[in-house]
Each structure stands twice: as C-alpha cells, then as structure tokens.
C-alpha cells in the first residue's frame, strides 16, 4: 500500500483559486504565479478555463496551494 497522501485529493481545481483568492487576492497571484489569468481582468471562470487549458501554470498553482496549506498546518 501506498503511504503517500495526495494533498489536493478531493478537491476541484475551482476550489483551490477560489482559497487562494480569498487568502492572497489576484494581485498576489499574479506576482506569485505570473499567469495571464491573474493578471488581466481575473475572474474565478476565466482563470478556470486557462488553466485547464495551460498545465504548467495549473501546476504553479496546484504547488503554490499545497505551500499554503502546509505553511499554516
């Protein structure tokens, strides 16, 4: 049996922008990630869309939550 827990089962990738906009705002995103969906006129859906579409920066995000939630545990 596997002992590694995936820390981001179980959750959509809206919730995780949805946290991470509520903790750090879009202009803190942008810096931290530099993606266009955060950058010009950030919305939840836009940022959705993008980032299904750009793996890369999913995964910046995916990493930038999973630092988040382990620095406040």
């Given at each position: 049996?596997?002992?590694?827990?995936?820390?981001?089962?179980?959750?959509?990738?809206?919730?995780?922008?949805?946290?991470l906009v509520n903790e750090f705002g879009w202009?803190?995103?942008?810096?931290?990630?530099?993606?266009?969906?955060?950058?010009?006129?950030?919305?939840?859906?836009?940022?959705?869309?993008?980032?299904?579409?750009?793996?890369?920066?999913?995964?910046?995000?995916?990493?930038?939550?999973i630092e988040f939630k382990r620095s406040k545990?």
């Amino acid at each position: 049996m596997n002992n590694f827990r995936d820390p981001l089962h179980g959750l959509t990738l809206k919730t995780i922008v949805t946290e991470l906009v509520n903790e750090f705002g879009w202009k803190t995103l942008a810096e931290e990630i530099k993606a266009d969906c955060f950058i010009y006129d950030p919305s939840i859906n836009s940022s959705l869309k993008f980032l299904r579409k750009n793996l890369p920066f999913r995964i910046k995000v995916e990493k930038f939550y999973i630092e988040f939630k382990r620095s406040k545990a």
